[in-house]
C-alpha cells in the first residue's frame, strides 16, 4: 500500500514534468467536421466533458495520473457510434488528439427542420421525423411528390380534386406541405394536388406526423410535409435527367448551379406532360386528361458580410390540362364539351438572415405567393362557351424569426408575423380579403444528452373566426444508448376555407344557394327582401361565430436499435377532432329548396399504430417492413324517438362513433433497395392498402360492411445502372400487377417507364 | 280485383297473458278500489302480399283499405265509415282520420325494434294532416345498388290507434315486393327479374281488449 502510494507520487511528479496532466483534443466525424455535444469520459478519473461547437475539448486531470499512467476516453453521442481509445499519459505532451467518430449506420448526418424551426440532428429532436432523402426518391424512379408520399408508411394517397394525403386518419385537407418550409397555396376542395410538386431537385423530404400548428399555424393539424431543395456543394454543377413512361409521360429536367465565395446560385427546370388515360371507358371524359406543365426554380444565397446573409427563392409552376365532358340538354340528347383547365403558383421569399452574436440569430422574410386556375367549358361543335371560371387567390407573409441558444441547454425560438390573403372570384363577390397576425415562442431545455423537453405555443389572430391557440410539448429520453423514446401532446387548427367563410352561390338550375359563415347574414336578408324565404329554420341572431376546426393529440413512441443494424420504430397516436365544418340548411326557400351555410358540427376520433422495421443487411442491401393501423371514427348524435317506462313517448339522444370513408384499417407496405460499387441498383417496392369504405350507399353518413372497397397491393420495380461515374441509367415498372380500378384514379395500371441522367 | 292472403294465427300468450294482469292487478292496487280487472287479448298477424296498385300502375287505381281489427281488406264503398284503420296505395299510406277519413286513426312512430315495443302510448297519436302521418316509411335506393328499390325503414316501428279510437296496434313494414324476397341477391338488383311491387308484407300485433294499451 505503501509503495503504492509512493509510486503514484512519483509519477505525479514525473508527468508534471511532462505536462500531460491535460488532454485536449477535437471530435470530428468521418467528413472530419467537427461534432459539439460530444461526451467524453476519462474512464479511469470518472470525468466527463462536452465538446464545445467547435468540437474541441479539454480534460484537465489536476495532475493526477491514476493507477497506471493509461487513461480510456470513451466519446459517445446520439447517432455515432460510441468510441473508446486508450491514451498513455506520459505520451500525450501538448499533442491536440483528434478523435473521429463513425455514424451509426442508419443515423446519418441527417439535419432536419420542420420539427423545431431550427436545423437540428434528427436523432436529437423531440418529436419523431420521417425523413425521406433524395437519393431513395431518384432509385425509386418518383417524378411527383405523390409518387413517392404514397410509398411511406402511414400516408396513405386518396383522391379528390387531385391526388392529396391522408395523414394519421386525417383528410388531406389537414395536413400542411412546404417547399423549404414556405406554405403551398392552393387547394380545390381542401385538396392540394401533390402532382404539382415536382421532386426532381429535393434533398431531403420532412414528414412530421402529429399537430404542429405551434410552429406552423393553420392546416398543421394532422402534420407537416416540408420538402427541402437539393443545395450544391460543388463550385459549379449541373444535371440533365429525362425519362419517358407509358401514357406518354415524359419528364424532363434541368439544374445548374453555381457556387462562388459569397455568391450560391441554383436554377431548375422541369417540364412534365402525359397523354393521360382514361379508367373507364364508359366516359368520354379520361380519368386523369392531357396535361404538360412547367416548373422554374431559382434560389440564391449571398453574404453581405460575415454576419449578414440575403437569400432569396422564387418558384413558378403553370399546367395546362385538356379533357372532354358531356351534358345532357333538356332534350335529352349529349353535346360534348371541350375542357381546357389551367393552373398557375408562384411562390418568392426573400429574407435577410443576420448573426447578432454568436448564439443568436434574425431572419426576416417576405413570402409572397399567388394561385389562379382557369377552367373553361365550351361546346365542341359550335366553339360558344358553356362555362368560363377563374379562381385568384393571393397570399403575402412578412415574417420575423429569432433563434436563440443561451447556452447548450437552451434554446428559443420566436417568432412574429402577418399572413394576408385575397380572393379575386366570381363565386366570392366582394374580392374578400383577411388578415392573421400570429405569435410563436418555442423553448427547448436539454439538461442531459439522454433529456430533452420541448414546450411552445403558437397563438393566431383571424380577422374572420375567433382566435385560436396552439400549444405543444414534446420531450425525448433516452433510456439506453440503443433505446429512444419520444412523446408529445399538442393541438392542431385548421382556419375555415374561403368557401367556408365567404361562398355566394346560388345554384340557378337546382335552385338552391349556399353562403359562408361571413356571407350568411347578408345573403338571407337579401333573400328575404326579395321574398324568397318562406321559413328561416335556425334565426340569424342566434348564428355563433364560426371556429376553425381543431383538434388535441397524444403521440408517443420509440426508437428501438435492435441490434446496430435493424431499427425498430413505433408510434402511437390518438386525435380528438372537435368542430369539423360541414354545411347544414338554414332556411327554407318559397321554391322548396333551401339556404345551406357552414357551421361546426361534427367531431371525430383518429387512432392508431404506426410501426416501422428498417434492416441494412449489409452495405448493398436495405430492407424495410412498415405497417398502420388506423381507427377512425365520426361521433352520431341522433334523436331518436323511444318510451318510458309507462310506455310514453319521450326524446333521448343517442350517440355513438362509427367508422369513417375512405380509412383503411390496415395498411403497409415492404421494400428492398439495393446498390452496389460496379454502379448496379435495384428497388423492389409493395404497397397494400386494407379495405375500406367509399361509397355510402345507404346514405347514412358512415361505413357498414357491404360498403367496403376490397383491399389491393401495388408493386414497382426499378433497376439502375451507372455508367462512366457521372450518368445514370434506369429501368422501372410501377404496379407490375396492373391492378386497375376507377376507385384508384391515381393508379393508371402497370407503367413502364426508361431514365436517362446525367450529372457533372 | 284485390287479391290477398291473410295467415290468421291467433296465438294467446297465457303466461304472458297472466303476467300482465298481474302487472295491472298491482300497480292499480294502491287506489284501494281497483277498477274491473281487463282482460289483455293480444292477437299477432302476419299479413303477406297485400297488392296495393300504384297510381303509375293504374291511373284509376283506389286505395286498398284495411281494418286491424278484423284482419281483414274493407270495400272501398266503406271508405266514409270507421270500419278500416289504414289504406294502401303504391307507396302512400292513409290512416282513418283527419284528411284521410272520418275515423279517429294516430299514429305514434318510434325509433325502437318492433319486439320491444310492449306497450302503446297514451298520446301524442297524429292524424293524417297535408303531411300524411305514415310519411317516409320507407328508403328509395334511387340509383345506390340495388337501384330504385323501396325498402321499409329499419328499427322504426308504428304505434297506431284504430279509427273507433278503442283499440291500439303494433305495425312493421317487412316488404315491399312479392313473396318478400331476400333483397341482397342479384336477382333482386336485376330489374327485369325483380319481384312485383307494391305487394305489402307486414306484421302487427293488437290489443282486442278495448281501452288497454299493452301489447305483449
Known amino acids: 500500500m505503501r509503495s503504492f502510494c509512493l509510486i503514484s507520487f512519483l509519477m505525479i511528479i514525473f508527468s508534471k514534468s511532462a505536462d500531460a496532466q491535460v488532454i485536449r483534443g477535437i471530435v470530428v466525424d468521418s467528413s472530419k467536421q467537427p461534432i459539439e455535444d460530444v461526451h467524453l469520459l476519462a474512464e479511469e478519473f470518472g470525468q466527463t466533458i462536452i465538446t464545445g461547437g467547435d468540437g474541441s475539448f479539454q480534460i484537465d486531470l489536476n495532475g493526477d495520473l491514476g493507477s497506471n499512467g493509461l487513461v480510456t476516453l470513451v466519446a459517445s453521442r446520439v447517432g455515432y457510434e460510441p468510441k473508446k481509445i486508450k491514451l498513455k499519459l506520459n505520451e500525450l505532451d501538448n499533442s491536440v488528439l483528434t478523435v473521429e467518430m463513425k455514424d451509426y449506420v442508419y443515423e446519418s448526418e441527417t439535419v432536419v427542420v420542420t420539427a423545431t424551426r431550427t436545423r437540428r440532428d434528427i436523432e436529437e429532436v423531440t418529436i419523431p421525423v420521417t425523413v425521406v432523402t433524395g437519393r431513395q426518391i431518384q432509385n425509386s424512379g418518383s417524378v411527383r411528390l405523390d409518387d413517392i408520399l404514397g410509398e411511406q408508411t402511414g400516408l396513405q394517397i386518396v383522391n379528390d380534386h387531385g391526388s392529396g394525403i391522408q395523414v394519421q386518419g386525417f383528410a388531406s385537407d389537414y395536413t400542411l406541405i412546404m417547399i423549404d418550409g414556405n406554405p403551398v397555396i392552393g387547394r380545390t376542395a381542401g385538396t392540394l394536388d401533390l402532382s404539382r410538386i415536382s421532386v426532381r431537385n429535393v434533398k431531403q423530404i420532412e414528414i412530421v406526423k402529429g399537430p404542429s400548428s405551434a410552429l406552423w399555424g393553420s392546416d398543421a393539424l394532422a402534420g407537416v410535409i416540408n420538402i427541402i431543395t437539393e443545395n450544391s456543394v460543388e463550385p459549379v454543377s449541373a444535371a440533365f435527367t429525362t425519362r419517358y413512361g407509358e401514357n406518354s409521360n415524359l419528364d424532363l429536367s434541368a439544374d445548374l448551379s453555381i457556387k462562388r465565395d459569397r455568391w450560391n446560385n441554383k436554377l431548375f427546370v422541369n417540364r412534365n406532360s402525359s397523354a393521360g388515360y382514361s379508367l373507364n371507358p364508359n366516359s368520354i371524359s379520361q380519368t386523369v386528361p392531357e396535361f404538360s406543365n412547367y416548373t422554374f426554380s431559382y434560389n440564391t444565397e449571398f453574404g453581405l458580410s460575415d454576419r449578414l446573409k440575403f437569400d432569396a427563392s422564387a418558384r413558378y409552376f403553370t399546367e395546362t390540362q385538356n379533357n372532354l365532358s358531356s351534358i345532357s340538354s333538356s332534350e335529352g340528347d349529349q353535346q360534348i364539351l371541350n375542357s381546357d383547365a389551367s393552373q398557375e403558383d408562384f411562390v418568392a421569399n426573400p429574407r435577410f438572415i443576420y448573426t447578432l452574436f454568436d448564439r443568436l440569430n434574425v431572419e426576416l422574410g417576405w413570402m409572397t405567393s399567388f394561385y389562379k386556375t382557369v377552367s373553361d367549358l365550351e361546346f365542341r361543335d359550335s366553339g360558344e362557351t358553356y362555362e368560363y371560371t377563374e379562381f385568384n387567390q393571393y397570399y403575402n407573409k412578412p415574417e420575423l424569426q429569432v433563434t436563440y441558444r443561451l447556452t447548450d441547454q437552451h434554446h428559443s425560438v420566436f417568432g412574429t408575423g402577418l399572413v394576408l390573403e385575397d380572393l379575386d372570384a366570381e363565386r366570392y363577390p366582394g374580392q374578400p380579403d383577411f388578415i392573421t397576425n400570429f405569435v410563436y415562442l418555442q423553448h427547448s431545455w436539454i439538461p442531459s444528452q439522454k433529456l430533452e423537453v420541448t414546450g411552445g405555443f403558437r397563438f393566431d389572430g383571424h380577422s374572420e373566426y375567433s382566435s385560436q391557440i396552439s400549444p405543444k410539448f414534446s420531450a425525448r429520453y433516452n433510456h439506453t444508448d440503443r433505446i429512444q423514446l419520444r412523446g408529445s401532446i399538442g393541438r392542431g387548427f385548421k382556419a375555415p376555407e374561403f368557401r367556408q367563410l365567404f361562398l355566394n352561390f346560388n345554384n340557378s338550375t337546382a335552385g338552391y344557394s349556399v353562403f359562408g359563415s361571413s356571407t350568411v347574414r347578408e345573403g338571407i336578408e337579401r333573400l328575404q327582401n326579395e321574398g324568397n324565404i318562406d321559413q328561416v329554420l335556425i334565426p340569424i341572431t342566434s348564428l355563433e361565430e364560426i371556429k376553425a376546426e381543431s383538434s388535441w393529440a397524444a403521440n408517443l413512441g420509440a426508437d428501438v436499435d435492435l441490434t446496430d443494424r435493424i431499427r425498430w420504430r413505433v408510434n402511437l397516436f390518438r386525435n380528438n377532432v372537435k368542430d369539423l365544418i360541414e354545411t347544414a340548411p338554414i332556411a327554407r326557400k318559397t321554391n322548396g329548396q333551401s339556404v345551406f351555410s357552414y357551421f361546426n358540427l361534427h367531431d371525430v376520433y383518429t387512432q392508431g399504430i404506426e410501426t416501422e422495421l428498417r434492416w441494412t443487411v449489409n452495405s448493398n442491401i436495405q430492407a424495410s417492413v412498415g405497417y398502420q393501423f388506423l381507427d377512425a371514427k365520426r361521433l352520431f348524435e341522433e334523436e331518436r324517438t323511444v318510451q318510458d317506462n309507462q310506455g310514453e313517448i319521450v326524446t333521448r339522444t343517442f350517440s355513438s362513433y362509427e367508422p369513417m370513408f375512405n380509412r383503411s384499417r390496415h395498411s403497409g407496405n415492404v421494400k428492398l433497395f439495393y446498390d452496389n460499387a460496379a454502379g448496379w441498383g435495384g428497388t423492389i417496392r409493395g404497397m397494400y392498402r386494407g379495405e375500406y369504405g367509399l361509397y355510402d350507399s345507404n346514405g347514412n353518413g358512415f361505413v357498414n360492411s357491404s360498403e367496403f372497397e376490397p383491399s389491393h397491393m401495388v408493386w414497382n420495380m426499378s433497376v439502375s445502372k451507372e455508367l462512366f461515374k457521372d450518368y445514370n441509367l434506369q429501368l422501372g415498372v410501377d404496379n407490375l400487377f396492373n391492378h386497375r380500378n376507377i376507385n384508384t384514379p391515381n393508379l393508371p395500371g402497370r407503367i413502364w417507364y426508361m431514365e436517362a441522367s446525367a450529372r457533372f | ?216
Open chain 2, 1 to 216: 280485383m284485390i287479391e290477398h292472403y291473410i295467415s290468421n294465427k291467433t296465438i294467446t300468450f297465457l303466461p304472458l297473458l297472466a303476467l300482465v294482469s298481474l302487472f295491472f292487478f298491482s300497480s292499480c292496487s294502491d287506489s284501494g278500489n281497483g277498477p274491473e280487472e281487463l282482460q289483455s287479448e293480444i292477437q299477432a298477424e302476419t299479413v303477406m302480399d297485400l297488392h296495393a296498385p300504384s297510381l303509375r300502375d293504374n291511373p284509376d287505381a283506389r286505395f286498398v283499405l284495411f281494418s286491424f281489427r278484423s284482419g281483414q281488406t274493407v270495400d272501398i264503398a266503406d271508405s266514409a265509415s270507421t270500419s278500416w284503420d289504414v289504406g294502401f296505395r303504391g307507396t302512400e299510406i292513409i290512416l282513418n282520420s283527419g284528411i284521410s277519413g272520418p275515423g279517429e286513426a294516430g299514429l305514434v312512430r318510434l325509433d325502437v325494434a318492433f319486439d320491444q315495443v310492449t306497450i302503446a302510448p297514451s298520446e301524442g297519436y297524429e292524424a293524417d294532416g297535408e303531411t300524411l302521418a305514415m310519411a317516409d316509411w320507407y328508403t328509395y335506393t334511387g340509383m345506390n345498388e340495388p337501384m330504385r328499390a323501396v325498402f321499409p325503414n329499419e328499427n322504426e316501428t308504428y304505434v297506431l290507434r284504430t279509427a273507433d279510437g278503442n283499440h291500439y296496434v303494433k305495425f312493421d313494414i317487412i316488404s315491399y315486393y312479392k313473396g318478400n324476397p331476400d333483397t341482397s341477391t342479384e336477382a333482386f338488383a336485376n330489374l327485369q327479374r325483380r319481384p312485383a311491387s307494391p305487394f305489402y308484407t307486414f306484421d302487427y300485433v293488437i290489443q282486442l281488449e278495448e281501452g288497454l294499451r299493452d301489447l305483449q
